[in-house]
Every structure is written in structure tokens, then in C-alpha cells.
């Protein structure tokens, strides 16, 4: 069955440093989105990215957060300057084009750790 | 702004007894409503949706869902619980399938032996 992948599982940064989030959507997807969990609070919204820009994104997506996708199948999530709010469980998710119905499919996520 | 609640933190349940999930959603126009299912080390998992049409939902592993729009809910029930159902489950709410979905707190499941 196909999935949505990332790496990597977990990684511990220090303060202020620049952290990338890689996915790997499922092939034939075309919606792609980024939402983090921040440990005992909700799964919260950042980012959807579509036809290679943002389509809609959350206010926690300022500055700081930049996504991309460098090639045909890798979808990024670059955070410039980590701050210890950062902490949390990031989940990549895609969807393919069966319209508003099309079901979301998460990866199983980064884990990101700010010291 | 649309919002999700779900009243329980953590449920525990015995093998085998039936099992509802509460969720209560806020939102302006028709939601879409999900559910989905968080196992220890996994990624979020798509148990069931509503769009429209008939407000009893049929999903994965024997999980359903009644859409109430009077009551601003979409509970999750299971008539007889497996050990294997033990894990975290978020109801959800959005405009569309994907975009700027609000996730409730989420509901733990324990289910005992």
C-alpha cells in the first residue's frame, strides 16, 4: 500500500539553527500540506502547497517557515531559526486530485526536539 | 473560526464492550467531519468521513459515525472493542478534504482485558 514518508523520525537541534523536515508524498498526489502537534496539545494546520506554492497557510507559518519541493517527489519543511517552541511532532500528509473528498494520507512523522 | 472539542481525554474500555467517542464541532457552513486513528508509532490514519448524504458513516475496522447537526456532533462508536483498538483517535473538521483541517485534543483509548 502506498505511503507517505519522512525522516527523519526524531532530531534534536539547538536553539537558533536551521532544521529541514523532509517527506516523501505518495507518487501520483498533488496536495501537499504540513501539520505539527506540539506534545499534549492539537494537531494544528501550517501549511498546504499546491501546483508548487502555497495554497493556504496558518499563522504559525510566518517567517521562520519555508516548504518546498526541490524535485518530483521530495516535499520540504525548512525552519530557519529554531526557537524551543519549535518542539514538536511534525506530520507531512498528501492527498491525490478525487476533488474535495479525497482522503489525506500521513506520513508517520519527524519528531523534532529544540534544546 | 471552526473548532473541535472532544470531552474525553482518555477512555478506558473492557474487550469486547461497545465503545462511543464524543466529538463536538463548531463551524459556520456544512462541515466535513473525520475521524482518524493514532497507533503508538504511526502516522494519523482516515477511520471514516462526512461530506453530505446520509448521517450514518460506515468506516474502517467496524467504526461508524452519526452526523448531528442539531447537536453540533459526530460521535465515533464501535459496537465491540478489540484489544487492537488501544490508541489515540482525533475527530476533525475542515471546509474540504485537506485544507486547514482543526483537529480536536484527541481521545485516548485504553482497552482492557
Known amino acids: 500500500e502506498p505511503e507517505v514518508t519522512q525522516t527523519p523520525s526524531h532530531q534534536v537541534t539547538q536553539m537558533g539553527q536551521e532544521v529541514i523536515l523532509r517527506c516523501v508524498p505518495i507518487?501520483?498526489?498533488?496536495?501537499f500540506y504540513w501539520y505539527r502537534q506540539i506534545l499534549g496539545q492539537k494537531v494544528e494546520f501550517l501549511v498546504s502547497f499546491y501546483n508548487n506554492e502555497i495554497s493556504e497557510k496558518s499563522e504559525i507559518f510566518d517567517d521562520q517557515f519555508s516548504v518546498e519541493r526541490p524535485d518530483g517527489s521530495n516535499f520540504t519543511l525548512k525552519i530557519r531559526s529554531t526557537k524551543l517552541e519549535d518542539s514538536a511532532m511534525y506530520f507531512c500528509?498528501?492527498?491525490?486530485?478525487?476533488?474535495?473528498?479525497?482522503?489525506?494520507?500521513f506520513g508517520e512523522g519527524s519528531r523534532l526536539t529544540v534544546l | 473560526a471552526q473548532s473541535v472539542t472532544q470531552p474525553d481525554i482518555h477512555i478506558t474500555v473492557s474487550e469486547g464492550a461497545s465503545l462511543e467517542l464524543r466529538c463536538n464541532y463548531s463551524?459556520?457552513?456544512?462541515?466535513?467531519l473525520f475521524w482518524y486513528v493514532q497507533s503508538p508509532g504511526q502516522g494519523l490514519q482516515l477511520l471514516l468521513k462526512?461530506?453530505?448524504?446520509?448521517?450514518l458513516v460506515q468506516g474502517i475496522k467496524g467504526f461508524e459515525a452519526e452526523f448531528k447537526r442539531s447537536q453540533s456532533s459526530f460521535n465515533l462508536r464501535k459496537p465491540s472493542v478489540h484489544w487492537s483498538d488501544a490508541a489515540e483517535y482525533f475527530c476533525?473538521?475542515?471546509?474540504?478534504?485537506?485544507?486547514?483541517?482543526?483537529f480536536g485534543g484527541g481521545t485516548r483509548l485504553m482497552v482492557k482485558p
Open positions: 507518487s501520483n498526489h498533488l496536495y
Open positions: 500528509a498528501s492527498r491525490g486530485t478525487s476533488g474535495y473528498t479525497g482522503e489525506l494520507f
Open positions: 476533525a473538521v475542515g471546509a474540504n478534504a485537506g485544507n486547514m483541517l482543526t
Open positions: 463551524y459556520g457552513a456544512t462541515p466535513y
Open positions: 462526512y461530506f453530505s448524504g446520509d448521517t
